[in-house]
C-alpha cells in the first residue's frame, strides 16, 4: 500500500510528526511519497497534484488542510485520514500521539470508511466543489446585496442582507455556525441555507433536501464574491448563482469509537474556551 503525505509546513512542530509518520509508515512496510513542497527535508518518491498515485492520504495540519485536500481527493477517490496539527481539527481523526497506535491498524484493514457529500456551482463552464460550503458576500464590505432564493425553481424569500451561505452537513459546525446556522449529523442528506445579517425580523435558517437545487438571484447590479470553503473562486456582477449537490464524495478514514456527537462536544467546549493573556 501506498501512503501520500501533505503536510501545512505552517503549523507547529509540522516537520518533526511529518518525520514521525514517515518512519512509523515504513516501519509498517507502507510505500511513502510526500507532496514536493517537503521535499526540502524527504529525499524519497514526492507527488505534485497532477500526478498523485496513493491507496491513502495523510493530512498534517487542521480542518483547512482538510478541506484543501479533501476537495482534491474527491476528484481522485483517495482516501484521507487527517492528524490534528492545529487548533479545533473537527475533520482530523487522531492526534500526533496516536500515529503509532493508528498505522497498524490501517495496515490491517481495521478502520471504517467515511462518505461526506459536496455541493458545486458551474463557474463559467468550470465546476467548483466544496466540502464545506459556498457563500456570497459583496465586494464591497459596507454594502449590502438584495437577493430571492429560489428551490427547484419555487420563490422562498427575499433577503436584503450582507451574504448567504450555503452549506453541506460537513460545513454545519464552520462557517454555517457562526452565522447562526443549525448543526446538522454528517449522515443526514441536507443542505443547510443560512442569511448573513439579513434586515428582516422573520429570516430564518433553513434545512432542505440535498438533491434541491438552490438559485440566487442578485438584484442592483452589486459585484459578489463566491468563496468555495473560504476561497475565492470567482468575482463580478453576477444576476444569480445556481448551487446543487455534487455527485462526488470526500472519503475519510474512521478508526476512533467516538461518534460525530462525542467530538461536537469535546470540540465546542474547547471552542467555547478563550484564552485571554495580557
Given at each position: 500500500?501506498?501512503?501520500?503525505?501533505?503536510?501545512?509546513?505552517?503549523k507547529?512542530?509540522?516537520?518533526?510528526?511529518t518525520?514521525?509518520l514517515?518512519?512509523?509508515?515504513?516501519?509498517?512496510?507502507?510505500?511513502?511519497?510526500?507532496?514536493?513542497?517537503?521535499?526540502?527535508?524527504?529525499?524519497?518518491?514526492?507527488f505534485?497534484f497532477?500526478d498523485?498515485?496513493?491507496d491513502?492520504?495523510?493530512?498534517?495540519?487542521?480542518?483547512?488542510?482538510?478541506?484543501?485536500?479533501?476537495?482534491?481527493?474527491?476528484?481522485k477517490n483517495i482516501?484521507?485520514?487527517?492528524?490534528?496539527?492545529?487548533?479545533?481539527?473537527?475533520?482530523?481523526?487522531?492526534a500526533?500521539e496516536?500515529?503509532?497506535k493508528a498505522?497498524?491498524?490501517?495496515?490491517?484493514?481495521?478502520?471504517k470508511?467515511?462518505?461526506?457529500?459536496?455541493?458545486?456551482?458551474?463557474n463559467?463552464?468550470?465546476?467548483?466543489?466544496?466540502?464545506?460550503?459556498?457563500?456570497?458576500?459583496?465586494?464591497?464590505a459596507?454594502?449590502l446585496?438584495?437577493?430571492?432564493?429560489?428551490?427547484?425553481?419555487?420563490?422562498?424569500d427575499?433577503?436584503?442582507?450582507?451574504?448567504?451561505?450555503?452549506s453541506?452537513?460537513?460545513?454545519?459546525?464552520?462557517?454555517?455556525?457562526?452565522?447562526?446556522?443549525?448543526?446538522?449529523?454528517?449522515?443526514?442528506?441536507?443542505l443547510a441555507?443560512?442569511?448573513?445579517?439579513?434586515h428582516?425580523l422573520?429570516?430564518?435558517?433553513?434545512v432542505?433536501?440535498?438533491?434541491?437545487?438552490v438559485t440566487?438571484?442578485?438584484?442592483?447590479?452589486?459585484?459578489?464574491?463566491?468563496?468555495?470553503?473560504?476561497d475565492v473562486?470567482a468575482?463580478?456582477a453576477?444576476?444569480e448563482?445556481?448551487?446543487?449537490?455534487?455527485?462526488?464524495?470526500?472519503?475519510?478514514i474512521r478508526?476512533?469509537?467516538?461518534?460525530f456527537y462525542?467530538?461536537?462536544l469535546?470540540?465546542?467546549?474547547?471552542?467555547?474556551v478563550a484564552?485571554?493573556?495580557e
Open positions: 500500500m501506498k501512503a501520500g503525505i501533505y503536510t501545512n509546513l505552517k507547529s512542530h509540522a516537520k518533526d510528526v518525520l514521525q514517515i518512519n512509523v509508515l515504513k516501519a509498517n512496510s507502507f510505500d511513502v511519497c510526500v507532496h514536493k513542497s517537503i521535499a526540502s527535508f524527504y529525499d524519497g518518491e514526492t505534485d497532477d498523485i498515485g496513493c491513502i492520504l495523510f493530512t498534517l495540519g487542521g480542518d483547512g488542510t482538510v478541506l484543501r485536500m479533501g476537495k482534491f481527493c474527491a476528484q482516501p484521507i485520514l487527517g492528524i490534528n496539527i492545529g487548533t479545533i481539527g473537527f475533520l482530523t481523526e487522531i500526533p496516536d500515529i503509532e498505522v497498524p491498524l490501517i495496515k490491517n484493514g481495521d478502520y470508511m467515511e462518505k461526506r457529500s459536496l455541493i458545486e456551482f458551474d463559467a463552464g468550470k465546476t467548483e466543489i466544496a466540502l464545506n460550503d459556498i457563500v456570497i458576500n459583496t465586494i464591497k459596507t454594502q446585496m438584495l437577493i430571492d432564493l429560489y428551490i427547484d425553481g419555487q420563490a422562498v427575499r433577503y436584503y442582507c450582507d451574504g448567504y451561505i450555503v453541506t452537513p460537513t460545513g454545519s459546525t464552520a462557517y454555517s455556525l457562526s452565522a447562526g446556522g443549525a448543526i446538522v449529523s454528517p449522515h443526514a442528506e441536507v441555507l443560512t442569511p448573513l445579517n439579513s428582516s422573520h429570516s430564518r435558517p433553513l432542505i433536501a440535498d438533491d434541491e437545487t440566487i438571484k442578485i438584484y442592483n447590479g452589486r459585484k459578489i464574491n463566491v468563496i468555495s470553503d473560504g473562486v468575482s463580478g453576477f444576476e448563482i445556481t448551487i446543487k449537490k455534487s455527485q462526488k464524495y470526500a472519503t475519510f478508526l476512533e469509537n467516538r461518534n462525542n467530538k461536537l469535546d470540540k465546542l467546549n474547547k471552542w467555547s484564552d485571554i493573556k
